[in-house]
């Protein structure tokens, strides 16, 4: 697809972090915030502010109604019910919730292209892991899954979305494996829920885990979705207030999910961020979102082939999301080069590193990659300053 026919989504005017051209192609670490969301934020924290949940006054009850209004709007984005949507402190600690109080601990099978806190969660609650291996062209080998399952599994934790390699997991088939041998399946969404059209319903997963931050939305706060059945059989893992039925030094029992699982004052404002975030992204659409990003993906992976010294890494259909490495420069180099004013063109962020996934880079033989992700406000403009900030750092490199 050629640069011509990109269409412009919600335009860099609605992000104020945009303003005097800077080339954000940073989105997979954390998306710019829209208007929208910024002003529901600031109304939360000023002329709306009071606690939720235990305030008798009207301010509290109105609060209340909202952050419950938010936690609506956040299940609806995936599909999901709202009594199912545990809100976190984002998707790390979503994944962390489910390996540590999951009652079934055993077998995990994880990828090996997962983010790292699609693996150290594990780890440290002391899950026997086994590691399903990629395709040659980067996407979780699922026929390497269908072999390794064994019914000593008790869950299949995947990336919707990898966020070095953009590739997209066959959730269906995913799904259906992990079901087949007795496992539930739990997909970190981090990158796919900004991404692409999500119905947990649909998808017949069991967990869904996602950050609002990637959401257009603020920090601090995510969601782990999981299915009611599930989140009732799990008992709470912190302790506090606002997540119990009755409380004394005897014996204290715990509130219905999704409150056994948010001890203490929740992250209200950033919630009502999320829920503004989660009503933007639908009023765009994310089929819309996923084919602009498509299409920027195509085009810049059809500019980057054509040159000789450039490795491409992951598969060709990638969602927003293209990994690269520019021959004899390391990729902090060309992130630093590309930092700077380039001519007519505006700096230009990328990402370099392991993008916290260092199992996946001694896979791909390499310590770090440079990373372009892409978000709604993304366009051509972006791409030309990325391909003039390469062009410049081979003329430095020689
Ligand atoms: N999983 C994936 C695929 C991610 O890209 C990220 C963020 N880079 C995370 C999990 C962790 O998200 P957070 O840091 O917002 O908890």
Known sequence: MSTATLSRLGGKADFPGLAGGWHYLDSAATAQKPQVVIDAVSRALGTDYATVHRGVYARSAEMTLAFEAAREKVAALIGGQSAELVFTRGATEAINLVAYVYPAKGRVLLSGLEHHSNIVPWQLAGWQIDVCPLTADGRIDLDAAEAMLTPEHTIVAFAHVSNVLGSILDVPRAVELAHRVGAKILLDGCQAAARLPVDVAALGCDFYAFSAHKLYGPTGIGALWGRAELLDAMPPWQGGGAMIDRVTFAATTYAPAPQRFEAGTPAIVEAIGFGA????????????????????????????????????????????????????????????????????????????????????????????????????????????ALIAGIERTRRIFG
Do not use: K
């Not at 630093?336 to 007519?344: F, K, V, Y």
């Open 277 to 384: 975030a989660a009503d933007y992204v639908r009023s765009i659409g994310l089929e819309a979102i996923h084919n602009h990003e498509a299409a920027l993906v195509a085009a810049l992976r059809e500019q980057l082939r054509r040159r000789n010294d450039v490795t491409l890494f992951g598969p060709e259909e990638s969602a927003g999301i293209v990994s690269f490495a520019l021959e004899g420069v390391h990729p902090h180099d060309l992130g630093t080069i590309l930092d700077e004013a380039n001519g007519d063109f505006g700096r230009v962020a990328i990402r370099a590193g392991h993008h916290c996934a260092q199992p996946l880079m001694d896979h791909l033989g390499v310590a770090a990659t440079a990373r372009a992700s892409f978000g709604i406000y993304s366009d051509e403009s972006d791409l030309a």
